[in-house]
């Protein structure tokens, strides 16, 4: 121990928020791929851009996000269901929009004339009723007027313009997944009963449960396969995959769980605190490891300075001998 129980109880509480953190996203990652998520958030953006449906007649509106996904280049972007229906690609990049998208135009333009040259082919067919007659060709043919009939400058302003709405979709989707992390971590906090002032209590009051979460945060800061948890990018992974390392933390969990003795058992005085470990796991596991590693070094730190070897042993007093 350091001597500052301030400090231990401090490691041993963000160590519990670092373990159910990873457990609340993991969660988290497994809904939204269920749901498809990503891809749900993907087409609302891409409809945003490409569809005129705002203040406009029947005869007005488009949905030129269909043709979009009906193509080739992006329809077999997307995997297969369970039922065999195709789902919907969760990322673009700038590139296969613009590609997508000019290949629209291209073969609007070659229903009228195939023997133009591609660009041309593109221009006739921005120009036609493919796009629709509402703001968004209104606003395709302004970029095709920024770049002065350039295609290659065309596709640059595509990309930047698709690049920028993707910005706004991704904020929007991390409002989104904020507010769903902070749900899930209240069901986690009630479920394993992490009851942020109890744990504290705990902790200040138990010598013996604090030194064993101590040892606790040690192994967990040294364990690499957490680290990649923690730091690698689970949006990538597939279902399987989150489902077993939900298992394994469940398990890592439960044994936190039990070295403080934290039964089942809870009343309505238990929201509060709930409620305050729910609002610290939405802040993500990064934030507490993180958190955690600086402070069991600090803890070492403080432990070396502490070390009896560490304190430097004043040289004897010289005795001087007065004459006289």
Not at 218 to 225: A, C, D, Q, R
Request: glycine residues 6%; without cysteine.
């Amino acid at each position: 121990m350091t001597g500052s129980v301030a400090l231990d109880v401090v490691i041993g509480l963000v160590f519990v928020y670092s373990l159910y953190s990873l457990l609340t996203t993991t969660v988290v990652e497994m809904i939204a791929s269920v749901i498809r998520l990503r891809s749900t958030f993907l087409e609302r953006g891409i409809k945003r851009m490409l569809n005129d449906e705002n203040g406009k007649t029947e005869a007005e509106k488009t949905d030129l996000a269909k043709k979009f996904y009906e193509q080739p280049l992006i329809k077999y972007l997307g995997s297969n269901s369970f039922f065999g229906l195709i789902k919907k690609p969760s990322y673009l990049s700038a590139q296969n929009f613009t590609k997508a998208l000019l290949e629209i135009m291209k073969a609007a333009g070659e229903s009228e004339n195939k023997n133009l040259s591609i660009p041309e082919k593109i221009k006739k067919g921005l120009g036609s009723n493919v796009l629709g007659t509402g703001d968004t060709k209104q606003f395709l043919a302004s970029l095709m007027e920024d770049a002065q009939d350039d295609i290659e400058k065309f596709k640059i302003l595509l990309e930047k313009w698709y690049d920028d709405t993707m910005e706004r979709v991704t904020s929007w989707y991390k409002k989104q997944i904020q507010l769903i992390t902070f749900v899930i971590g209240f069901f986690v906090a009630m479920i394993f009963n992490v009851d942020t002032p109890k744990i504290v209590s705990k902790l200040s009051h138990d010598p013996e449960a604090r030194a064993q979460y101590i040892e606790l945060a040690g192994k967990l800061v040294e364990n690499k396969e957490f680290a990649n948890r923690v730091y690698g990018d689970s949006t990538s992974q597939n279902y399987d995959t989150l489902r077993s390392s939900v298992t394994d933390l469940r398990k890592q969990a439960l044994e936190a769980k039990a070295v403080l003795s934290i039964t089942d058992e809870w009343d309505v005085w238990s929201f509060p605190g709930w409620l305050i470990t729910a609002v610290a796991l939405s802040l993500g596991a990064p934030f507490w490891f993180d958190l955690l590693n600086k402070l069991m070094k600090l803890r070492s730190s403080v432990r070396e300075a502490q070390s009896p070897a560490s304190k430097s042993t004043a040289p004897p007093a010289l005795q001087i001998n007065r004459v006289g």
